[in-house]
């Protein structure tokens, strides 16, 4: 079992940069690929990337693609998401997930068996 706990959120104007972490507690973090996803007021939870078991591979959605970069340290049981050039439809509740046990990278939230509580991020035009 791992929890996650986000933080690194706030309020930015558009253009800017925001780095959120996503600190796990448990051994096994290694173990786990890591996603993002973000839940605007209204709207369904969607993906924003995801980073597998080791780093090596790593995966966005079309509408971060670019702007978004996910890393991991497995020796510091930690995942980060570096937002750059930031617009208001960013806005939204970012979730740390983990998903145990796959080789590659997942972007359904159903594929996801730990969550974190979110961490607010607004943008402001």
Do not use: H
Not at 11 to 35: E, H, I, K, P
Not at 58 to 87: C, E, H, P
Not at 93 to 116: F, L
């Amino acid at each position: 079992q791992v929890q996650l706990v986000e933080s690194g959120g706030g309020l930015v104007q558009a253009g800017g940069s925001l780095r959120l972490s996503c600190a796990a507690s448990g051994r096994t973090f290694s173990r786990y690929a890591m996603g993002w996803f973000r839940q605007a007021p209204g709207k369904e939870r969607e993906f924003v990337a995801a980073i597998s078991v080791s780093g090596p591979s790593t995966y966005y959605a079309d509408s971060v693609k670019g702007r978004f970069t996910i890393s991991r340290d497995n020796a510091k049981n930690t995942v980060w998401l570096q937002m750059s050039n930031l617009s208001p439809d960013d806005t939204g509740v970012y979730y740390c997930a983990a998903d145990y046990g796959i080789t590659g990278v997942a972007s359904r939230p159903g594929d996801y068996d730990y969550w974190g509580q979110g961490t607010q991020v607004t943008v402001s035009s």
